[in-house]
């Protein structure tokens, strides 16, 4: 629009002490702005928490905790820094407010100035040629592009936007190769009740939870008896488990299972055999009832320390948390559930075992009185984690796993507390019961060989039970594992001791060459025992707390075969099979192999 | 002594005006919460007030303890809510009086000052009635929520006024549109060409609007309230400089955001074309003397276009033919688009986006563990339940983005064919659906006998600008000897 202007009244006072006002509203805003960026940008620099002084004196505090005058000096240093600061940040506060007003003078300075700027509107010089035909010629194709600009825009955005909740199986995908090669991924995938449970064979084979499928013996007769963790010598593989645990690894065909856990989060992991590749990891959580807060557990014990379990088609894994969950090879969740935050001084670390179907689970409690805690022993259906029964126990905590023994007649679910008692694993009718122990801590799983039962409690003593008659037949008050489950194998019952010692009784006697009820050796050791010793062929390997592997014969006179060290200590049972052992450390799960 | 401020003229200040702004963004950002911890001893240090939002029963609903400034602003309580609209009803019923019968651009200005202050730093800008399209979208498509009556009132009541009087709310109620109004200094006439092909973006923006708001996964016509940080006088940076940019952009294309943006425009916009008493550049009959044809800084002066060159009738019929055959089609492509930006637009939602992430985390073992997951899993929720909500919600998104698309694509269908329909435009008239009714182009009529500021009853500048407004064709030197300030 061309204007003329009106009669200015541009010369008068009130035009010129507007514009004035007008320019010192803005000076008086960009100064004012100027100083507000300064201090911000000195705010943005000043940190009244870490001051150098400060801590600096906090340091000497360290030194001498008890000296007054520092700590007089770091009250008022703290308190001047902080009030340095927040009077900066009202500086702010307040400069703000003058910008503002600032700007609302200049502003209105000039909107009011334009009321002296007047001018009379004139028309364009030339008619208004608008061609109607090209205009909306225009308007059309213009339209179309802008519609085009924001649907290709919308196309670049959404095509090549791949959700990871269109893709549930993505895991599955990671672990293909090695499915195909098994060429049985599809049952596993689908876990269902039609799926066909693992034979005896197939279990013989593998070695699906703790201490295996035979009570500590290995099917392999030919496994490394050197290496060295910090040269690397023999490992094949060294791989870190993200969060730390003290279950045992257990392994199914070309698969090593994990748990992990800390107060933040519970994990299961998946690595391949081959490699030591994570295949998947599971994170335990969202599952109804799971406590918001980790219940404090001893670090001793922490938030994984019970082996999980594998029917073949499902992992199980259970946390300090209560937390048990169920998935199928590829890690997807097929059931969860939480059983109730244990009450347990030291953290739940029973391990998990299966029968047929049935998941069994000793969840065993401290009762106090009025407590609504309670221990019970628990069968639960692989498929659902539907409760097939649930036998309540009248007894405080114990550590130990539950251990499954076939005599011969039958099939008993062993359990070792207070009371040991035995359950049929698909009823959870209780068969025996032997008043064995008053208060102890038990943790060794007990051990079944040849008609007798072995049961340890540390600090108490090594009992052994006829299973049938639940007599005992000897016993024995020194040299106890306190956490180490025994191997029997031979007539023999070796153990490593928690205060360092591996230790061999006569396991149908408990006596010595002369009759006397003492162990028939004793081997010093530096270190104590956790991990429980595994026999291969002819020889035993136990693992002490420092990573040292002890070999020796199985044998009435120790004979030491060797004694080959991991770069890092450990508490954990390996898993020995083919011609490999699989350790997990403290932070690294390893593969030692031929 | 006379004090020569040629120096310090308009432009000069103006441009320190624009800087000024800019150097806003820095400052107003130091105001962000600032996450401070305890004293590790005794002081004067006092912590700052803690404030909770509660539920109607009085329930907790967030308990936050960081300070107050820069969060949302307290729930009002039921009184104020209805003085707010009490404020509203009485704006809107002055604006309209000023601009239909009082044609009074200096009223309205004023008027706009006032709502400035009131709806947009008094009240931080919250309620308002464009946001207030969500709360009602929100109330309609989901059971568990009831907007506040208050709330549905401040969303009706401009559109009601607009369906009479046009959009009055624009003129002088709507705080965002005040702030832009102020900062106009030399708009200038976009190409037609430009603004046809930006006209989609506001029915993208409320169609998204709605949708989002509906599944219950954001309101994000305020959350990307660019003006939102000056009424609070505090905010994240990049909406600070993005209410500076298009205050900067204002300067020079006038209420960018209101032309361009706003959602609820395209309401407004729809009320306002059959409103009966909508502002009119005239107050008698138009004279056809050009004098406001370039007064409209938003360039909604409909021009007359009797006389010129028409299309064949047949091309025409035609035309319109083949774009009533094509709007079914382009519903269904719109509806296409839309379904495949649904994923997209659901990940805006914090359960898809969560159960997203915990998938990826489960398909990568290698993945960190996000804050999100990792607090989400310290709840005790059980996954499965998120993924279900997850997929429900990516469901309604899936069915919402076929409707947003095929809605964009009648708009896009109907806008083509009102483009290829040509009426006939005898005067001078107002754009009734897209007119603010500012009142700015009343001063330019000199048949306004109530208001002529620019014409004084006889005088030269009158008769020269009615004798140059006739539809012949100036002199040359008429228009030279203008130009150079000697008429």
């Given at each position: 629009?061309?204007v003329v202007?009106?009669?200015?009244?541009?010369?008068?006072?009130?035009?010129?002490?507007l514009?004035?006002?007008?320019?010192?509203?803005g000076?008086?805003?960009?100064?004012?702005?100027?100083?507000?960026i300064?201090?911000?940008?000195?705010?943005?620099s000043?940190?009244?928490i870490h001051?150098?002084?400060?801590?600096?004196?906090?340091?000497?505090?360290?030194?001498?905790?008890?000296?007054?005058?520092?700590?007089?000096?770091?009250?008022?240093?703290?308190?001047?820094?902080?009030?340095?600061?927040?009077?900066?940040?009202?500086?702010?506060q307040?400069?703000?407010?003058?910008?503002?007003?600032g700007?609302?003078?200049?502003?209105?300075?000039?909107?009011?100035?334009?009321?002296?700027r007047?001018?009379?509107?004139?028309?364009?010089?030339?008619?208004?040629k608008?061609?109607l035909?090209?205009?909306?010629?225009?308007?059309?194709?213009?339209?179309?592009?802008?519609?085009?600009?924001?649907?290709?825009?919308?196309?670049?955005?959404?095509?090549?936007?791949?959700?990871?909740?269109?893709?549930?199986?993505?895991?599955?995908?990671?672990?293909?190769?090695?499915?195909?090669?098994?060429?049985?991924?599809?049952?596993?995938?689908?876990p269902s009740k039609?799926?066909?449970?693992?034979?005896?064979?197939?279990?013989?084979k593998?070695w699906p939870?703790?201490?295996?499928?035979?009570?500590?013996?290995?099917?392999?007769?030919?496994v490394?008896i050197?290496?060295?963790?910090e040269?690397?010598e023999?490992i094949?593989?060294?791989?870190p488990?993200?969060?730390?645990?003290?279950?045992?690894?257990?392994?199914?065909e070309?698969?090593?299972?994990?748990?992990?856990g800390d107060?933040?989060?519970?994990e299961?992991?998946?690595?391949?055999?081959?490699?030591?590749?994570?295949?998947?990891?599971?994170?335990?959580?969202?599952?109804?009832?799971?406590?918001?807060v980790?219940?404090?557990?001893?670090?001793?014990?922490?938030?994984?320390a019970?082996t999980?379990?594998?029917?073949?088609?499902r992992?199980?894994?259970?946390f300090?948390?209560?937390?048990?969950?169920?998935?199928?090879?590829?890690?997807?969740r097929?059931?969860?559930?939480?059983?109730?935050?244990?009450?347990n001084?030291?953290?739940?670390?029973?391990?998990?075992?299966?029968?047929?179907?049935?998941?069994?689970?000793?969840?065993?409690?401290?009762?106090?009185?009025e407590?609504?805690?309670?221990?019970?022993?628990?069968?639960?259906?692989v498929?659902t984690?539907d409760e097939?029964?649930k036998?309540?126990r009248?007894?405080?905590?114990?550590?130990a796993?539950?251990?499954?023994?076939?005599?011969?007649?039958?099939?008993e679910?062993?359990?070792?507390?207070e009371?040991?008692?035995?359950?049929?694993?698909?009823?959870?009718?209780?068969?025996?019961?032997?008043e064995?122990?008053?208060?102890?801590?038990?943790?060794?799983?007990?051990v079944?060989?040849d008609?007798?039962?072995?049961?340890?409690?540390?600090?108490a003593?090594?009992?052994?039970?006829?299973?049938?008659?639940?007599?005992?037949?000897?016993e024995?008050?020194?040299?106890?594992?306190?956490?180490c489950?025994?191997?029997?194998?031979?007539?023999?019952?070796?153990?490593?001791?928690?205060?360092g010692?591996?230790?061999?009784?006569?396991?149908?006697?408990?006596?010595?060459?002369?009759?006397?009820?003492?162990?028939?050796w004793?081997?010093?050791?530096?270190?104590?025992?956790?991990?429980?010793?595994?026999?291969v062929?002819d020889?035993?390997?136990?693992?002490?707390?420092?990573?040292?592997m002890?070999?020796?014969?199985?044998?009435?006179?120790?004979?030491?075969?060797?004694q080959?060290?991991?770069?890092?200590?450990?508490?954990?049972?390996?898993v020995?099979?083919?011609?490999?052992?699989?350790?997990?450390?403290?932070?690294?799960?390893y593969?030692?192999?031929? | 002594m006379?004090?020569?401020y040629?120096?310090l003229?308009?432009?000069?200040?103006?441009?320190?005006?624009?800087?000024?702004?800019?150097?806003?963004m820095?400052?107003?950002?130091?105001?962000?919460?600032?996450?401070?911890?305890?004293?590790?001893?005794?002081?004067n240090?006092?912590?700052?007030?803690?404030w909770d939002?509660?539920?109607?029963?009085?329930?907790?609903i967030?308990?936050?303890?960081?300070?107050?400034?820069g969060?949302?602003?307290?729930?009002t309580?039921?009184?104020?809510?209805?003085?707010?609209?009490?404020?509203?009803?009485?704006?809107?019923?002055?604006?309209?009086?000023?601009?239909?019968?009082?044609?009074?651009?200096?009223g309205?200005f004023?008027?706009m000052?006032?709502?400035l202050?009131?709806?947009?730093?008094?009240?931080?800008?919250?309620?308002?009635?464009?946001?207030?399209?969500?709360?009602?979208?929100?109330?309609?498509f989901n059971?568990?929520?009831?907007?506040?009556?208050?709330?549905?009132?401040?969303?009706?009541?401009?559109?009601?006024?607009?369906?009479?009087f046009?959009?009055?709310?624009?003129?002088?109620?709507?705080?965002?549109?005040?702030?832009?109004d102020?900062?106009?200094?030399?708009?200038?006439?976009?190409?037609?060409?430009?603004?046809?092909?930006?006209?989609?973006?506001?029915?993208?923006?409320i169609g998204?609007a709605?949708?989002l708001?509906?599944?219950?996964?954001?309101f994000?016509?305020?959350?990307y309230?660019?003006?939102?940080?000056?009424?609070?006088?505090?905010?994240?940076?990049?909406?600070l400089?993005?209410g500076?940019?298009?205050?900067?952009?204002?300067?020079?294309?006038?209420?960018?955001?209101?032309?361009?943006?706003?959602?609820?425009?395209?309401?407004?916009g729809?009320?306002?074309?059959f409103?009966?008493?909508h502002?009119?550049?005239t107050p008698?009959?138009?004279?056809?003397?050009?004098?406001c044809?370039?007064?409209?800084?938003?360039?909604?002066?409909?021009?007359?276009?009797?006389?010129?060159?028409?299309?064949e009738?047949?091309?025409?019929?035609?035309?319109?033919?083949?774009?009533?055959?094509?709007?079914?089609?382009?519903?269904?492509?719109?509806?296409?688009?839309?379904?495949?930006?649904?994923?997209?637009?659901?990940?805006?939602?914090?359960t898809?986006?969560?159960?997203?992430?915990?998938?990826a985390?489960?398909?990568?073992?290698?993945?960190?563990?996000?804050?999100?997951?990792?607090?989400?899993?310290?709840?005790?929720?059980?996954?499965?339940?998120?993924?279900?909500?997850?997929t429900?919600?990516?469901?309604?998104?899936?069915?919402?983005g076929?409707?947003?698309?095929g809605?964009?694509?009648?708009v896009f269908s109907?806008?083509?064919?009102n483009?290829?329909?040509?009426?006939?435009?005898?005067?001078y008239e107002?754009?009734?659906?897209?007119?603010f009714?500012?009142?700015?182009?009343?001063?330019?009529?000199?048949?306004?006998?109530?208001?002529?500021?620019?014409?004084?009853?006889?005088?030269?500048?009158?008769?020269?600008?009615?004798?140059l407004?006739k539809p012949?064709?100036?002199?040359?030197?008429?228009?030279?000897?203008?130009?150079?300030?000697?008429?």
């Amino acid at each position: 629009m061309r204007v003329v202007e009106q009669e200015k009244n541009t010369t008068s006072l009130a035009y010129r002490g507007l514009q004035a006002l007008a320019v010192i509203g803005g000076v008086f805003s960009f100064v004012i702005c100027i100083l507000l960026i300064a201090n911000n940008l000195s705010l943005k620099s000043s940190d009244p928490i870490h001051l150098k002084s400060l801590e600096g004196r906090l340091e000497e505090m360290k030194g001498d905790p008890q000296n007054e005058a520092i700590k007089l000096q770091i009250r008022e240093l703290d308190y001047i820094s902080r009030r340095a600061f927040f009077t900066s940040q009202h500086f702010n506060q307040m400069g703000i407010y003058f910008l503002v007003g600032g700007l609302v003078i200049t502003i209105a300075s000039y909107k009011t100035l334009d009321a002296y700027r007047q001018a009379v509107p004139y028309p364009d010089s030339s008619d208004p040629k608008d061609d109607l035909i090209d205009d909306a010629h225009w308007a059309r194709k213009s339209l179309t592009g802008g519609a085009l600009v924001l649907a290709g825009f919308a196309l670049i955005l959404a095509l090549p936007d791949n959700s990871p909740l269109d893709e549930p199986h993505e895991p599955a995908k990671k672990g293909s190769a090695q499915q195909t090669a098994q060429g049985s991924s599809e049952n596993k995938s689908n876990p269902s009740k039609a799926t066909p449970l693992a034979t005896p064979e197939e279990l013989a084979k593998n070695w699906p939870s703790f201490r295996g499928p035979a009570s500590g013996v290995s099917s392999s007769s030919e496994v490394p008896i050197t290496w060295d963790g910090e040269s690397g010598e023999g490992i094949a593989w060294k791989i870190p488990v993200p969060l730390p645990g003290f279950s045992s690894p257990i392994l199914w065909e070309d698969r090593v299972f994990l748990t992990g856990g800390d107060t933040q989060s519970r994990e299961v992991y998946c690595f391949s055999t081959q490699d030591g590749k994570m295949l998947w990891r599971h994170k335990v959580a969202g599952i109804p009832g799971s406590p918001a807060v980790a219940p404090k557990v001893s670090s001793d014990t922490g938030y994984a320390a019970s082996t999980m379990t594998t029917d073949g088609v499902r992992v199980f894994a259970i946390f300090s948390t209560g937390d048990l969950v169920a998935l199928d090879m590829e890690g997807n969740r097929i059931w969860g559930k939480n059983l109730g935050v244990p009450e347990n001084p030291y953290g739940h670390s029973s391990s998990l075992i299966c029968h047929e179907d049935v998941l069994l689970i000793q969840y065993d409690q401290d009762l106090e009185e009025e407590s609504p805690k309670e221990s019970f022993v628990a069968g639960i259906d692989v498929t659902t984690g539907d409760e097939k029964w649930k036998v309540k126990r009248d007894f405080g905590p114990s550590w130990a796993s539950p251990l499954l023994v076939n005599t011969g007649e039958r099939d008993e679910v062993i359990l070792a507390a207070e009371k040991v008692v035995s359950y049929d694993p698909k009823t959870g009718k209780v068969l025996w019961e032997f008043e064995w122990i008053e208060g102890g801590e038990i943790a060794p799983t007990p051990v079944y060989s040849d008609g007798l039962l072995y049961l340890c409690c540390g600090f108490a003593r090594i009992t052994a039970l006829d299973i049938k008659t639940q007599e005992i037949v000897w016993e024995n008050e020194e040299q106890v594992p306190g956490v180490c489950t025994p191997l029997v194998t031979g007539g023999l019952f070796f153990a490593g001791l928690d205060e360092g010692g591996i230790v061999c009784f006569d396991a149908k006697t408990g006596k010595d060459a002369d009759g006397e009820l003492i162990e028939l050796w004793f081997e010093e050791t530096d270190d104590g025992f956790y991990a429980s010793p595994i026999l291969v062929g002819d020889k035993v390997y136990l693992m002490d707390r420092a990573g040292k592997m002890h070999i020796f014969t199985p044998e009435k006179k120790f004979k030491s075969l060797g004694q080959p060290i991991l770069s890092e200590s450990t508490v954990c049972t390996p898993v020995i099979i083919g011609k490999t052992i699989y350790y997990r450390g403290t932070e690294n799960l390893y593969k030692i192999s031929l | 002594m006379v004090i020569s401020y040629k120096f310090l003229d308009q432009r000069f200040i103006k441009l320190l005006f624009g800087l000024l702004i800019l150097g806003l963004m820095p400052v107003v950002q130091a105001e962000d919460v600032m996450r401070f911890p305890a004293p590790e001893f005794d002081s004067n240090y006092t912590f700052p007030e803690t404030w909770d939002l509660m539920d109607g029963r009085g329930n907790t609903i967030i308990q936050d303890t960081t300070p107050r400034d820069g969060q949302a602003p307290l729930p009002t309580s039921q009184t104020q809510q209805w003085i707010d609209v009490g404020v509203l009803t009485l704006a809107l019923s002055l604006g309209a009086w000023l601009a239909v019968k009082r044609r009074s651009r200096r009223g309205l200005f004023w008027l706009m000052i006032f709502s400035l202050g009131y709806f947009g730093f008094y009240k931080e800008g919250c309620v308002c009635p464009i946001g207030s399209i969500q709360n009602v979208a929100l109330s309609i498509f989901n059971s568990s929520y009831a907007a506040p009556i208050t709330v549905v009132i401040f969303f009706v009541l401009p559109l009601a006024f607009a369906l009479f009087f046009g959009r009055v709310f624009c003129a002088s109620v709507c705080a965002l549109g005040a702030i832009q109004d102020l900062v106009i200094w030399k708009p200038i006439q976009l190409p037609r060409k430009l603004t046809i092909a930006l006209s989609m973006i506001p029915y993208v923006y409320i169609g998204g609007a709605i949708l989002l708001a509906a599944t219950n996964t954001g309101f994000i016509i305020c959350r990307y309230d660019p003006f939102i940080g000056f009424f609070r006088l505090n905010g994240n940076a990049p909406y600070l400089y993005l209410g500076a940019g298009f205050l900067l952009a204002g300067m020079f294309i006038a209420r960018p955001y209101c032309r361009f943006f706003c959602p609820y425009g395209v309401l407004l916009g729809l009320m306002s074309r059959f409103a009966r008493w909508h502002l009119a550049i005239t107050p008698t009959e138009c004279v056809d003397c050009r004098l406001c044809e370039a007064s409209c800084p938003f360039d909604y002066i409909n021009k007359p276009n009797t006389g010129l060159e028409r299309e064949e009738r047949a091309t025409g019929v035609r035309r319109l033919a083949s774009l009533f055959l094509l709007l079914p089609l382009l519903v269904v492509l719109g509806g296409w688009v839309g379904h495949e930006m649904a994923p997209v637009m659901a990940r805006y939602n914090n359960t898809v986006f969560l159960a997203e992430q915990i998938t990826a985390e489960k398909a990568d073992p290698t993945m960190k563990a996000s804050l999100e997951t990792t607090t989400f899993r310290s709840m005790g929720i059980a996954e499965e339940q998120l993924m279900a909500e997850a997929t429900k919600i990516r469901s309604q998104m899936n069915m919402g983005g076929w409707l947003l698309g095929g809605f964009l694509g009648l708009v896009f269908s109907l806008k083509l064919i009102n483009t290829s329909l040509i009426r006939d435009q005898k005067d001078y008239e107002v754009d009734k659906p897209h007119c603010f009714s500012c009142g700015r182009c009343c001063s330019y009529c000199p048949s306004d006998e109530m208001h002529m500021p620019n014409f004084k009853p006889g005088s030269k500048a009158l008769e020269e600008a009615l004798a140059l407004g006739k539809p012949s064709e100036p002199e040359p030197e008429t228009v030279s000897a203008m130009q150079k300030g000697k008429a």
